[in-house]
């Protein structure tokens, strides 16, 4: 069974910064396709940044810019740094790893931009 977990998410003012964190458990061989979702209230989960096994990245376009992601080198462990934090990147933020055709996803770190 596949672990998926996430840390970092807190209450954040808006133009200020915060950094998440996930790992996935040591019992996986080899590297996978990782992201970062997003879900806010009342809304359907999007995607907020990818990364493939091979270091490519994918951005959504809401944060482009603003947020980085990043990979521990030889690990399933990913980071999102987020800079320039607004009212809108408010949500409950996922994260996903890819493992063939099946999905894990970790239980959710909430992220809240407010004055």
């Known amino acids: 069974q596949v672990q998926i977990v996430e840390s970092g998410g807190g209450l954040v003012q808006p133009g200020g910064s915060l950094r998440l964190s996930c790992a996935a458990s040591?019992?996986?061989?080899?590297?996978?396709?990782m992201g970062w979702y997003r879900q806010a209230p009342g809304k359907q989960r999007e995607v907020v940044a990818t990364?493939?096994?091979?270091?490519?990245?994918d951005y959504s376009h809401s944060i482009l810019g603003r947020f980085t992601i990043s990979r521990e080198n030889g690990k399933n462990t990913v980071y999102l740094q987020m800079n320039r934090m607004s009212p809108e990147d408010t949500a409950v933020y996922y994260c996903?790893?890819?493992?063939?055709?099946?999905?894990?996803w970790g239980q959710g770190t909430q992220v809240t931009v407010s004055s």
């Open positions: 040591r019992s996986i061989m080899g590297i996978y396709p």
């Open positions: 996903n790893l890819r493992l063939g055709v099946r999905e894990y």
């Open positions: 990364i493939t096994s091979g270091g490519s990245i």
